[in-house]
């Protein structure tokens, strides 16, 4: 996040040392790459992550969202530690998704409770910031032969929908399906929120139902207000366009099936059926 208008460090939920954890019995690697790694220690996860400026933000993006978050035991620089959330992620990209219906509503409605609440006093991402990146990505997309050039020109396209004045919520900023904790139909809690910040909303929402489109009318039930569909269609573009060189750099493939690849395929495959 940018160092202007920070978040400032929150004592309360900092310790001069980390408890003791006993009976640990295995140690799970939940994601691992140059830049941070997760691992699970029985029912704490521990956030290793090299710019404390993203754990910053995490912490007191929780402190401040007004629907439930994991609990923060201790903090001792690079180490998070957080309390797992009941329940099981909603979803996962590129998997089909076994959440009920009930589900995506109710995490609709937790998007919408957190646009609603007061914005965060940092800043988020500019639309020139936001274009600047997405043309470097386009063109490294197409020199390094990654994907076809037609296939990254006709998603540019569609993502300028994107790019457009927007007024500022207090948005998560990676509301990945994965992100989202459910049990029984609640919303048990969301994780991850290191990228929080003032953005878009429909940004949020075309984050949580990318690579799960047939799931995207049971989540603005949920959200209960009319949306640009253009706009949420426009996000998937231009989110699957901008991850993918980060993707493929830091060992994960977005071109597996249901993944960011099949993402912008379909969305040309969706538009030759509209024409």
């Known amino acids: ?32 790459h140059n830049e ?24 007191e993006a929780m402190a401040r969202a007004p629907i439930p978050t994991p609990e923060v035991l201790w903090r001792k620089p690079p180490v998070l530690a957080l309390a797992a959330l009941p329940g099981t992620a909603l979803g996962r990209l590129g998997k089909p998704a076994s959440a009920s219906p009930a589900a995506w509503a109710a995490a609709g409605a937790a998007v919408r409770m957190l646009h609603d609440a007061p914005l965060p006093p940092w800043p988020g991402r500019s639309i020139d910031e936001i274009a600047s990146e997405l043309d470097r990505e386009c063109e490294w997309l197409v020199t390094s032969g990654v994907l076809p050039a037609d296939l990254v020109t006709r998603n540019r396209r569609i993502a300028e929908a994107a790019l ?57 039930a949920g959200y209960g207000t009319d949306v640009d569909l253009d706009v949420i269609r426009a996000w998937w573009s231009l989110r699957s366009l901008q991850a993918a060189r980060w993707l493929i750099e830091h060992g994960f493939d977005p071109s597996s099936p249901g993944c960011e690849f099949d993402v912008l ?3 040309l495959a969706g538009r030759t059926l509209e024409e």
């Open 164 to 220: 457009r004045p927007w007024t500022p919520v207090f948005t998560h900023g990676d509301l990945q399906v994965a992100h989202v904790f459910v049990d029984r139909n609640e919303i048990t809690g969301v994780v991850d929120w290191s990228e929080a910040g003032q953005g878009d909303a429909l940004h949020d929402l075309a984050i949580l139902t990318l690579g799960h489109q047939e799931h995207l009318g049971d989540v603005l």
């Open 36 to 59: 941070r790694a997760t691992l699970r220690v029985g029912d704490v996860f521990l956030k290793i992550d090299a710019d404390q400026t993203r754990t910053d933000v995490e912490v």
């Open 265 to 267: 395929r379909s969305q």
């Open 1 to 32: 996040m940018r160092s202007s208008g920070r978040p400032r460090d929150n004592p309360a939920t900092s310790a001069d040392a980390p408890a003791i954890m006993t009976g640990v019995q295995e140690v799970e690697v939940v994601v691992a």
